[in-house]
């Protein structure tokens, strides 16, 4: 006699930071879960070498609400985790220099702005002048005219986080399943009933299939999006770049800029970590092609910000993850018209790890009690279509 597998009532697709801290929040809340990952834990853009910057700071404004409920649990679990989730509360600071053509009033007004909006939004931000800036950042080059300061931005090292949150998904019950690649959403009556691996192997599905799959999501919900559902993703592959720190100098924030693509912090080990929206070119299947452009770019932005990089030596460059993007720059997150019990999250568009938790908590909410919470409204698929009524 065959045995039916019996069915989990959460399946989630893909091991990133999303996956694996929804399962922890399902599991904790007493859900069965299975977690499948076509690779390993970590193996899509929430893994890799260096940090991610843990920011509110210049964030989209309608993405702020997730990062306030968000970065208070990335310092919970820091503490609540045995060996913590590799995060640390750094501070940010978003420098402001005058680009050229610009007026140093129009600069000023939008530093001010950028502050007083995110203040509104929850987010603590202090307008630091050019000399209240270099106090907390000596090493910045004195072509700055000042900063936003974020007390509560911060780094992370995302692949310890991610494989953290898997191991305490497990701890509480769920079961992930690595090498899982799944092919095909099985689907009756409007409901998706299991998943097929590409080993043939039918996963049934309880409740819920979650997709957070990042670059897969697309692939697994072509087949059921109906024509007024198709959405504007694109993929980038950001860079980024090592270099040593000859001199010993020190980096205490999380740097970002204005009118530069940069991001520039120094990991534990003294090493600078220089990445900020430089992204490579790519094949559609996300092989990286290589760009000399993209590292002359960076390293000019760095140099310029920070002139002691000038004397580092170059140690790597890594551009070998592949991010799904918006056209607006805001994640989508949503339900196929076909299938009601399915819930997809993607195009996180490059700055999606910070917010992670804070989405996290809200498709748990969602999940568990079966309502969609108003504050997810903002990244409905509806938006690309002139209306956020349902079809
Ligand atoms: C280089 C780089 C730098 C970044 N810097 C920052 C930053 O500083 N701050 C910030 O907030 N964000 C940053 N981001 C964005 C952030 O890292 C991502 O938004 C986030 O990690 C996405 O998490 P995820 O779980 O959705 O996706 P992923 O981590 O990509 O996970 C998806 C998983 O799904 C698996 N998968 C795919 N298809 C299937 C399938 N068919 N079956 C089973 N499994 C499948 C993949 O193998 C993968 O492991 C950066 C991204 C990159 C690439």
């Known amino acids: 006699m065959t045995t039916q597998a019996t069915a989990a009532e959460i399946v989630i697709v893909g091991g990133g930071i999303y996956g694996t801290s929804l399962a922890y929040e399902l599991a904790r809340a007493g859900k069965t879960v299975t977690l499948l990952e076509a690779d390993d834990i970590a193996a899509g853009a929430s893994g890799g070498s260096g940090e991610r910057g843990v920011r509110a700071n210049s964030r989209d404004l309608r993405e702020l609400p997730m990062a306030t409920v968000g970065f208070p649990l990335w310092a919970q679990y ?25 007026h140093e009033h129009e600069v000023r007004g939008s ?25 907390r950042e000596p090493e910045l080059s004195g072509d700055l005219i000042g900063s936003v300061y974020c007390p509560d931005d911060g780094v992370c090292d995302h692949t310890f986080a991610t494989q953290a949150f898997a191991r305490q998904a497990h701890k509480a019950g ?16 409007g409901r998706a009933t299991g998943v097929r691996l590409a080993s043939e ?21 072509r087949p059921v999006l109906q024509s007024h559902e198709i ?10 770049m090592f270099v040593t720190n000859p001199n010993g100098k020190k980096i ?60 580092s030596s170059f140690l790597k460059v890594d551009a070998s993850r592949v991010e799904t993007c ?6 989508i997150v949503d339900t196929p018209a076909a299938l009601k019990n399915t819930i997809y999250g993607f195009a996180w568009t490059g700055h999606g790890f ?13 999940i568990l009690s079966g309502d969609k919470p108003d504050a997810l409204e903002i990244f409905c698929r509806k938006r690309f279509h002139g209306s956020f009524s349902s079809p």
């Not at 299939?209 to 990042?214: F, G």
């Not at 918006?326 to 994640?331: E, F, K, R, T, Y």
């Open 78 to 102: 820091q503490r609540q985790f045995e060996g913590g989730v590799g995060y640390r509360r750094t501070g940010g600071l978003h420098l402001f220099n005058i680009p050229h053509g610009a």
């Open 111 to 135: 530093m001010e702005a950028m502050a007083m909006v995110q203040n509104a939004l929850g987010v603590p931000s202090q307008l630091l002048d050019r000399a209240e800036t270099l106090e």
């Open 174 to 189: 769920a079961t992930l399943r690595t090498r899982a690649h799944v092919a095909e959403i099985l689907h009756i009556n």
């Open 201 to 221: 192997e039918v996963v049934p599905v309880g409740e819920k299939l979650v997709l957070l799959a990042n670059k897969g999501v697309l692939q697994l919900l």
């Open 231 to 240: 959405m504007p993703i694109t993929t980038q592959m950001p860079q980024m």
């Open 252 to 311: 205490n924030h999380l740097l970002g800029h204005a009118h530069r693509k940069l991001s520039v912090k120094q990991i534990p080990d003294g090493t600078v970590m220089l990445s900020g929206g430089q992204s490579v070119a790519h094949t559609p299947d996300g092989r990286w092609k290589g760009s000399l452009s993209s590292i002359g770019l960076g390293l000019a932005d760095a140099i310029a910000t920070l002139p002691f990089i000038d004397e």
């Open 326 to 331: 918006a056209v607006d720059g805001i994640p």
């Open 354 to 366: 910070a917010i992670a938790l804070g989405l996290a908590k809200y498709l748990a909410e969602w």
